[in-house]
């Protein structure tokens, strides 16, 4: 698989699956976001410094520095943007 592939397979997730994020609080320049998936009961919580999403709690993000549908979610949302995303020319 390819970064191009894992990417368009988390948007695919971000969009489709059933997410909702609610702010958590915020300390100093950080912000926490938690993302709760209802269809399976999932909730992670997403870190954003300075406006930027920085990373999330889940595996995918954890253990592979992944871009995972969780912070794609609160960039839609939140009109973010997300920091291994910065410096990528669309
Ligand atoms: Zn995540």
């Known amino acids: 698989m390819t970064n191009t592939d894992m990417l368009i397979n988390s948007l695919d997730r971000a969009m489709m699956e059933s997410l909702k994020v609610f702010r958590q609080g915020s300390v100093g320049s950080e912000q926490n976001f938690v993302v709760v998936n209802h269809e399976n009961q999932d909730a992670y919580e997403v870190v954003v410094d300075n406006g930027i999403i920085q990373k999330c709690t889940c595996p995918h993000s954890t253990h592979r520095k992944a871009v995972c549908k969780h912070m ?14 910065k410096r990528v020319e669309f």
């Open 72 to 85: 794609l979610k609160v960039s839609m949302k939140m009109k973010m943007d997300i920091e291994q995303l």
